[in-house]
Structures are given as C-alpha cells and as structure tokens.
C-alpha cells in the first residue's frame, strides 16, 4: 500500500477496529444457541444424568439385574430413539442395574455403527463424515472403559450417546437393514469387487457382507476382503478409522451374533460410498520403492 493511501486508510480504521473486538468477543454460533438446546435442553440432560451417576453406580455395585445377554444390544437400540429422554433413562436403569462399563460402552459403540448400517444414500455425501465421526469416537469411549473403566470416563457414556442422537435425520429415512433384504442365493465375497469398481454399490455391499456372514462365512475373509479394500484404493484416513473402529467393535460381540454382521455390513456400505477413487496408491509405492532401493526415478535420453 502507498504511503498516500496508508494516511487515507488508518483513520477509517482507527474507527471501526475498536468496534469490532466486542462483537467478535461476544460472538456465538447458532449451533451453540440451538442444536443442544432444541426440542430438548441435552447439555442440561447430560448435567443432571452425571451428577447423579455415583448413586447409581452404588447401586448397581450391590445388585446385579442386568440382562448381559441381550440387555447390550436392547440398550443400543434405545439410544437411536427420537426421544432422547427415553435413552438417557434406558443408560440409568443399566447403570443402577449393574451393567459393566464394557457393555455400556459397547451398546453406545454399536448404536452409532447402525447409524453406518442404516445410513440413506439419498443423504449429502458428505454426511458420511457425520456417522463416520461419531462411530469412531463411540469406539474410543467403549475401547477406555474396557482398558481403565472409571465413573469419570463413564460420563462420556452419555455424551456420546447424545452426540449419536444428533445424527438421527441421517437415518430418515433409514436404509433398509440388510436382514430385510429379500433372500437370495449365498454371497460370493468375490462379488464386492463390482462395488469397488462402480458408483452406487453402497447397499449391494452391506447386504454381500451380511448374507456372507448369516450363511455361516468366515469373518476373516469379511475382515481380510474390506481391508483389500483399502490397499487396492487410495484410502483415507477416515476409512483406515472406520475399517479398525468396525473390526475392534466386530470381535467384542460373541461369534455369528447379528450385531457383528451388522457393523461389518455397515463399513462394506461406507466402504463402498467413497470407492472408487483414482487408485494412485501403488504409483506411489512403486516410486518409494525405487527411492529406497537408490534408482533413478528418470534420466536424461
């Protein structure tokens, strides 16, 4: 800026900088004004449910009336209700009951992969990132309370099913469940190479996975056939978190359970939403190679 137009410029600004440091002190989103706030108050639902939660710790410490069977996937269900007062009751009674903070921590881990499992493709693409974040986070909660379980890390509990709560329109409508599929003939894991190579095999994928799975197949070749998934596109970091989040969250569940073919059919769908991409990768690893090894990447004719 020239000197001419400095002098002309500072006393303007002189003026309206001091008028905006208290604007932009006080600034708020409207996120921060609504969506924990409307149509019901969460932040003050999370306040009461954790400042009762030594009480309810002590009770169930002293009794223990929880299904550990099916009470998981029961309570996991509840917390994709429209009506968060209902869930947040549900993971009181279970805590009171005396479920183990494993199972609280899977049942939250296991709602938010339905949302995986259920997500619509007429969402924004982008949405995926939605289901996909608090998917992850759900296993990082269930993960620590297997490792170091403690009443403050059990808070996170209800953040973190209030936080699936908010991803609920992502499942309106929701994707049929691959259970409801028609019935065919057995999945051939080979077939979810197609969902790789072609747009829009995203529920093909989930119900391949799902049917391989319900016909008795070996999860490892499940496991193995998502994880070539990754090798043979240019994953990213988001699908290497799913990928690991889905299998850590898979083998937590007893084996030929419904619930673990549901999360490994929900991560073929997410899988399948981002594929195929340019598949760059083993040019990549062609070129590192050839680095490591000392050769020349290109010489002159």
Not at 80 to 98: M, R, Y
Not at 162 to 174: E, G, K, M, S, W
Not at 275 to 295: F, K, N, W
């Amino acid at each position: 800026m020239a000197r001419t137009e400095a002098l002309l410029w500072w006393p303007a600004a002189a003026e309206v900088l001091p008028t905006l440091v208290d604007q932009t002190a006080s600034a708020s989103r409207s996120e921060e004004r609504g969506s924990w706030r409307y149509p019901h108050d969460l932040a003050a639902m999370v306040d009461a449910a954790t400042a009762e939660l030594p009480e309810r710790l002590r009770a169930g410490a002293e009794r223990d009336g929880f299904d550990h069977d099916g009470g998981v996937a029961k309570l996991a269900w509840s917390i994709l209700s429209d009506d968060p007062t209902e869930f947040v009751t549900a993971i009181d009674d279970a805590i009171a009951a005396g479920a183990e903070p494993e199972e609280l921590g899977r049942a939250v881990a296991y709602a938010a992969a339905l949302r995986i499992t259920r997500f619509h493709t007429q969402n924004d693409h982008g949405d995926w990132d939605e289901v996909h974040h608090a998917f992850t986070a759900a296993n990082a909660l269930h993960q620590a309370l297997r490792r170091a379980p403690s009443p403050e890390l059990l808070r996170g509990v209800y953040h973190t099913a209030l936080r699936i709560h908010l991803d609920r329109f992502l499942n309106v409508p929701a994707a049929r469940l691959p259970g409801l599929v028609p019935a065919g003939d057995a999945s051939d894991l080979a077939d979810l190479q197609g969902c790789w190579d072609r747009e829009g095999g995203v529920d093909e994928a989930g119900t391949i996975v799902y049917r391989f799975l319900a016909g008795g197949g070996d999860p490892a070749e499940v496991i193995a056939a998502l994880g070539h998934a990754l090798l043979t596109e240019d994953a990213e970091f988001h699908w290497l978190q799913t990928y690991e989040a889905a299998v850590r969250s898979f083998h937590t569940w007893p084996l030929a359970s419904e619930e673990g073919a549901l999360i490994l059919a929900g991560t073929a769908r997410f899988l399948a939403a981002h594929t195929p991409t340019r598949r760059e990768l083993s040019q990549v690893v062609r070129i590192a190679t050839r680095l490591r090894r000392g050769e020349a990447l290109f010489e002159e004719a």
